[in-house]
């Protein structure tokens, strides 16, 4: 338990951002984060029948939604994060859960979904596959989508050290927003990432 607690600590991306094994009780920025998703997105903290984590990363909404909902699948591309997320997986007994080792471009799944959570992560859906990332989703959304990311290439450009190409220019709010009603969803709300300044919360709805 000590050797996966210190793990987890030592991988968490950004630092001082992690939970306690045994209890989940968040801890340093992880606390804060969740502080502003509970403002912004409390649909994230209800039970569902279905709960998939894109980007699941050190697993803390997973491990969450095992307690409260009945089905949970983590995507993650990182092979260290899954291996770790396992492991706690088996500390925890956590029978409902499912960790898949992929990228979303890489994920075919008929199956559909009560709550989609992609933290800090759906820019990274976009640039792999454009704004078709949005049609997966709709295929596989059965109610509400809860995502956090900046909302403007420019920031990618500037920040995340993006290639200033099409791509990048064409993510905007506004196009955002096209593509959201274009594939049959609604914004519920949008506030600010408890984090990280560029980033806003974003609730839709199917």
């Known amino acids: 338990m000590n050797k996966i607690q210190q793990t987890l600590n030592a991988i968490s991306y950004p630092q001082n951002y992690y939970y306690d094994i045994e209890t989940l009780e968040p801890i340093g920025l992880l606390k804060k984060r969740l502080?502003?998703?509970?403002?912004?997105?409390?649909?994230?903290?209800?039970?569902?029948?279905?709960?998939?984590d894109i980007g699941s990363s050190i697993g803390y909404f997973l491990f969450y939604h095992s307690l409260k909902s009945k089905k949970v699948v983590g995507i993650e591309p990182e092979s260290g994060a899954v291996d770790l997320c396992l492991q706690i997986k088996k500390i925890r007994r956590s029978i409902n859960l499912e960790i898949i080792n992929s990228k979303f471009s890489q994920y075919e799944?008929?199956?559909k979904f009560d709550l989609i959570f992609i933290g800090n992560a759906f820019h990274y859906?976009?640039?792999?596959?454009?704004?078709i990332v949005l049609q997966k989703l709709a295929k596989i959304s059965n109610n509400f989508i809860v995502m956090e990311f900046p909302m403007e290439?420019?920031?990618?450009?500037e920040?995340?050290?993006?290639?200033?190409?099409?791509?990048?220019?064409?993510?905007?709010?506004?196009r955002f927003k096209e593509e959201v009603k274009k594939n049959s969803f609604e914004i519920i709300r949008t506030s600010r990432s408890g984090t990280m300044g560029d980033r806003k919360i974003v609730v839709i709805k199917k």
């Open 35 to 52: 502080e502003a998703f509970k403002i912004g997105a409390p649909e994230l903290f209800k039970s569902y029948n279905s709960f998939l």
């Open 109 to 111: 799944s008929e199956d």
């Open 125 to 131: 859906l976009y640039k792999d596959e454009g704004w």
């Open 153 to 157: 290439g420019k920031h990618l450009i």
């Open 159 to 174: 920040i995340g050290g993006w290639k200033e190409d099409e791509t990048t220019r064409d993510f905007t709010e506004k």
